[in-house]
């Protein structure tokens, strides 16, 4: 084997294995058991305000707020917070809400969705909030079991992720980018611990908080310009209060995130992954981003020895298995998270090449024309929310209007 390739290819198996011990170091967890156990224990069914902010959702409304309406819990409301739809949405939501709010003015300094929010908040009774989304559908146990699960572990907030139902081909970008999340947050046992400040995720697809913790950390007035809060709420939970809990949904809530066209998901990834890295530790983002080289010059570098040595050598041997071993990880974390797409392993590299790609153009929208674009609306994101201290918080933003669920035990 020539010198350089050798070098080369001694370098790049480096790099796979400091990849795959990352990943399967924070990936052995004992996986929590989902169940409603504890609210069966305590007797009580807490009030829970289910808000749902709302643009042009006609194609998944009626779905998402039938399964909502169907929940095995008798004590929430449901809110819907529209931010301006020129479709059905509100209209085929009206029979299954007990609220609704339209306000398609957001003010310069808000991003659409968490405007919504908090105007829901605004309205909401609960001594729970549920954040969910439109596109989201939920088994009837579902709320009971995460609201069971936020009193057992004492959470200000539980963060779920929900199923991912894959069905066009260009969603298959969706397991990368939930994997490469995993990745950066250090693992679900990292993400539960307390003690572990720089570990947390969050899923806006469903955020389950007590009152009481959302109005102490600002809630989304204090991110009123983030353009990834789920992430920032997760951050400040974790930091601030010690109390996020997050877990895979286990098939209790499911989604389908960008059915619509390729150029929906695209600009959905674009407009967040810059976003993302202003709140990730460096140190993360830096082993995350080897992985994904390693995976993406694999093809190179089995070719490469294909062409330069025997087919039966020893090098070309190591580099297939090394690249086996990538893609047994990924199918290995994201079994039971979502369908398992033929798409995303037969072009693993390239989609991997294609999320690189998809930070480039984030990083460049942003850094150039300071603004990002979703659902045809421009927003000029807030990139320090989610790290700066809450100081304009006042209590007339905070109604009293609903008893709180205390973080701390009496025992």
Known sequence: MYLWLKILTIVYLVSIAISLLYYFFISLNHKEVLNDAYLLK??????VSIILPTLNEEN????????????NYSNFEIILSDGGSKDKTVKLAKKYVDKIIIKDDTPDEWIGKNYGCHLGYEQA?????????????????????????LLEKRAGLVTVFPYQNLRRWWESIVPIYFFLSHLTSGGLKKVNDPRENDS???????????????????GHLRLKGSIIED??????????????????????????????SFRHCWTGFKKVLYAGTKLTPPRRITITLL???????????????????????????????????IILAFAFYWNNKGRHFWVTYFFFPFLMLFFIFTLIASTLEILISKTTTWKGRK??????AGLNDFENKKEEDFPASAPKVKLKSNQ
């Open 125 to 149: 009774q609960g001594e729970i909030l549920l954040f969910t989304d439109a596109d989201t559908v939920h088994a009837p146990d579902a709320l009971r079991i995460f609201v069971s699960k």
């Open 291 to 325: 992985f994904c080289l390693a995976t993406i010059f694999s093809p190179v570098m089995i070719t490469l020895i294909a062409i330069y040595q025997t087919p039966h050598s020893f090098w070309l041997l190591t580099m297939v298995i090394g690249y086996v071993f």
């Open 200 to 218: 947390f995720l969050g899923i806006g697809q469903y955020l389950l908080f007590t009152r009481e913790a959302y109005e102490e950390i600002g």
């Open 42 to 47: 305590v007797d009580r069914e807490p009030f």
């Open 379 to 384: 927003y000029k994101p807030d990139l320090r």
């Open 231 to 260: 992430y920032a709420f997760a951050r400040i939970v974790k930091k601030e209060l010690q109390a996020l809990f997050y877990t895979p949904s286990d098939k209790l809530v499911r989604a389908q995130m960008y059915p619509e």
């Open 60 to 71: 998944n409304i009626e779905k998402c707020l039938q399964s909502l309406r169907s929940q």
